[in-house]
Nanobody
Framework: QVQLVESGGGLVQAGGSLRLSCAAS????????MGWFRQAPGKEREFVAA????????YYADSVKGRFTISRDNAKNTVYLQMNRLKPEDTAEYYC????????????????WGQGTQVTVSS
């Protein structure tokens, strides 16, 4: 079992930055691939970024590539999402998720989810 708690969301102006954190419980955090997803009102949850257990493989959605960076610290059981040059269309609830084993980008393959943190980007 893995429990995930996101933090770091908030209100920011377009062009600004935020850093999301996701703290995980459990002793086997380093065995999990981690992902960030987001869901805007009236839209389906979508993939944002993912990272494998040893941080040598990362994937990004085209919409955030070059602006967002996913990273993790296995010693702290934490995964991060650094978001730069934010746009109003980045406004959404952001969720972190964990999946045992190999890295994937599909929502349904992640087993554990946090409660989410709201990111609002004003124009």
């Amino acid at each position: 079992q893995v429990q995930l708690v996101e933090s770091g969301g908030g209100l920011v102006q377009a062009g600004g930055s935020l850093r999301l954190s996701c703290a995980a419980s459990g002793r086997t955090f380093s065995s999990y691939a981690m992902g960030w997803f987001r869901q805007a009102p009236g839209k389906e949850r979508e993939f944002v970024a993912a990272i494998n257990w040893k941080s040598d493989i990362t994937y990004y959605a085209d919409s955030v590539k070059g602006r967002f960076t996913i990273s993790r610290d296995n010693a702290k059981n934490t995964v991060y999402l650094q978001m730069n040059r934010l746009k109003p269309e980045d406004t959404a609830e952001y969720y972190c998720a964990a999946k045992w084993g190999t890295i994937v980008v599909t929502t349904y393959e992640y087993n554990y989810w946090g409660q989410g943190t709201q990111v609002t980007v004003s124009s």
